[in-house]
Nanobody, 119 residues
């Protein structure tokens, strides 16, 4: 299993970023996929999940309405569009196999991509 995240960076509050995750080594289209983040000095937390069937999406309350998760099974790629970013969104963002807290507990993540929201 290999998950490679990209797209992070430094952005001002209110700005946007689009994260990508290229998956390999497993049948991407058969798995629910999630984004998990870890802020400095804090434990990892679930951010969003998209199911493998029907592409249903779920979000942590604090990001709902600002973040959009999507996937392209033909490209084995997971995305996270992040708008109206806030300083509290600063964290390393990880692509993860699985859904909800299972994605956090599995620790089946990529290497992560740093997102820093600061003026």
């Amino acid at each position: 299993v290999q998950l490679v995240e990209s797209g992070g960076g430094l952005v001002q509050p209110g700005g946007s970023l689009r994260l990508s995750c290229l998956a390999s080594g497993f049948t991407f289209g058969t798995y629910d996929m999630s984004w998990v983040r870890q802020a400095p000095g804090k434990g990892p937390e679930w951010v969003s999940t998209i199911t493998n069937e029907n592409f249903r999406t779920y979000y942590k309350d604090s990001v709902a309405g600002r973040f959009t998760i999507s996937r392209d099974n033909a490209k084995n790629t997971l995305y996270l569009q992040m708008n109206s970013l806030k300083p509290e969104d600063t964290a390393i963002y990880y692509c993860a196999k699985g859904a909800f807290e299972m994605a956090v507990r599995s620790r089946s993540w990529g290497q992560g991509t740093q997102v820093t929201v600061s003026s």
